[in-house]
């Protein structure tokens, strides 16, 4: 069995799938705050439903592995992430190498006027099941597409209220 995260499963991880989703908020807030609530992993539990997040290897920063765990009911979706980039206070790049959730995402941070920010959260999973996955991708988006956007507009109310980060 191959460890995730080792370097040759995690350049197969990094390529791009299939299963694309994408979501944008507007923070009320300056991207230095935004930007170091985005990196704030464990925090994410506030802001994601059913998560629990933590940092299992590094400090959160580059080259980091980070632990996020779904629980609904009896089903637990594991997803585990390698922090591949930090460029502070703009973007935050990650692979995801676990079983189950593989590929590469991004969170980009962009600075507007009057203070604003605008997050991007985007996402290139690599669809489990063959061409059953790939049929079944434009069944599910809808789905993972709504759960991003709902997440990132509670990170932001989060933000604003000042109990992010």
């Given amino acids: 069995m191959s460890d995730p995260g080792a370097p040759d499963d995690l350049r197969e991880a990094a390529q791009p799938g299939a299963g694309e ?3 944008t908020v507007i923070v009320n807030a300056p991207a230095e705050k935004v930007f170091a609530a985005l990196l704030a992993w464990e925090r994410q539990s506030d802001w994601i439903p059913f998560t629990t997040v933590r940092v299992v290897e590094g400090d959160g920063g580059e080259g980091s592995l980070v632990e996020s765990v779904t ?3 009896p089903a ?3 997803d585990k992430m390698r922090v591949v980039r930090v460029d502070a206070p703009y973007e935050i790049g990650v692979v995801h190498c676990g ?3 593989r590929g ?4 980009r941070c962009t600075q507007l006027e009057s203070g604003r920010s605008q997050v ?3 996402e290139w999973f690599h669809l489990p099941g063959g061409a059953a996955g790939r049929v079944a991708w434009p069944v599910l ?3 993972s597409k ?3 956007t709902q997440a990132l507009r509670r990170f932001a109310r989060q933000v604003e209220q000042g109990r992010l980060p």
């Fill in 71 to 73: 629980t609904l009911g």
């Fill in 146 to 148: 709504l759960s991003l």
């Fill in 21 to 23: 989703v994408t979501a």
């Fill in 141 to 143: 988006w809808p789905g």
């Fill in 104 to 107: 590469p995402g991004v969170l």
């Fill in 120 to 122: 991007v959260w985007h």
């Fill in 76 to 78: 637990v979706l594991r």
């Fill in 99 to 101: 079983t189950l959730l």
